[in-house]
């Protein structure tokens, strides 16, 4: 999974509720983390971009009824 497939499936209304996109987020973080090393700017990044993410992401599904 990779932003450009996430953006395109945000484009063409692919995702059914917030729950899929977030799926998405999570498994191109969780592939980022296993497939780069630890002292990468991928890894690194990716959990910059996770943080913020969460950060970003909790109080729009609160506001949703999500959580």
């Known amino acids: 999974m990779?932003?450009?497939t996430i953006?395109?499936?945000l484009d063409s209304g692919d995702y059914k509720n917030p729950w899929e996109?977030?799926?998405d987020m999570w498994l191109m973080f969780?592939?980022?983390w296993l497939y780069n090393r630890k002292n990468s700017k991928v890894y690194k990044y990716c959990t910059k971009l996770s943080e913020?993410?969460?950060d970003e992401i909790d109080p729009v599904m609160?506001?949703?009824g999500y959580c």
């Open 7 to 9: 953006k395109e499936k």
């Open 62 to 64: 609160q506001k949703l």
């Open 21 to 23: 996109f977030c799926d």
């Open 30 to 32: 969780e592939n980022a």
């Open 2 to 4: 990779d932003l450009s």
């Open 52 to 54: 913020a993410f969460i």
